[in-house]
């Protein structure tokens, strides 16, 4: 396995919702909140299955914007689509102050920075949404406050392309002057970040997220290695 030289390894990069922490759920509450707000009383799996499938076809440019422009149209509403992002923003706040760490990743991340190795986060966030985790959400700063432990942490804001453009990943691997792609590796949940990894060349491990598991046998077949939880992982960089 391609952990056995961990000596050799300069740079560990994780996505951030889905992977960290335990937040997928939370967003589906926020969106679910958003229609619900324009008085529509659709059915909440029908709402899930149609923002998927807008910010899966719909990369270009900010994939939220996108989405607040379809919801604007397909409800007929008398709203900007920033207009829309902003009431979804002012939802979201409310949910991420409570968002917190799955079991086990402040201790990866904090035994990762023991060993010397460089971390960085890819994250589809953007950098409002992760201002709340590093200044309001008590449950991250007091566990594993993100911004004393990454080197680098690049947000949808940083990026024209989202994944599974590999954009992101290949901005982090710049920025470090990496030029032996084996010495770096990548933890992700999803699909498409499963994707982005591999078209920048990168080594991914596949951590379980019960959202991403319509895409289960495709992670599966694509990642490098897969991990049930941080227990499995932990036990990586440690043996």
Not at 79 to 105: D, M
Request: charged letters at 35%.
């Amino acid at each position: 396995m391609f952990l056995k030289n961990k000596k050799d390894l300069d740079l560990v990069i994780f996505d951030f919702d889905g992977t960290l922490v335990d937040s997928n759920g939370v967003n589906n509450e926020i969106d679910i909140e958003l229609v619900r707000s324009f008085k529509e009383r659709k059915n909440p799996d029908e709402i899930i299955k149609e923002r998927d499938y807008i910010l899966k076809t719909k990369t270009n440019g900010d994939i939220y914007v996108n989405y607040c422009q379809y919801l604007k149209e397909k409800y007929n509403l008398d709203l900007l689509a920033e207009e829309i992002l902003e009431i979804r923003r002012k939802i979201s706040k409310k949910f991420l102050r409570n968002v917190k760490y799955k079991p086990g990743a402040d201790i990866i991340i904090k035994l990762i920075k023991e060993q010397k190795i460089k971390l960085a986060l890819a994250t589809v966030s953007s950098l409002q949404s992760l201002n709340i985790y590093f200044y309001e959400n008590e449950n991250i700063i007091k566990k594993c406050d993100l911004q004393n432990y990454f080197d680098l942490i690049v947000t949808k804001d940083d990026v024209i392309y989202k994944k599974p453009n590999p954009e992101v990943y290949n901005k982090i691997i710049n920025k470090f002057n990496i030029t032996n792609l084996s010495k770096c590796i990548v933890i992700e949940d999803s699909l498409n970040g499963v994707i982005a990894a591999k078209r920048a060349n990168l080594n991914v491990i596949a951590i379980y997220d019960k959202y991403s598991d319509k895409d289960r046998e495709k992670i599966n077949e694509i990642a490098d290695y897969n991990v049930k939880n941080f227990e499995e992982l932990i036990a990586l960089f440690k043996n």
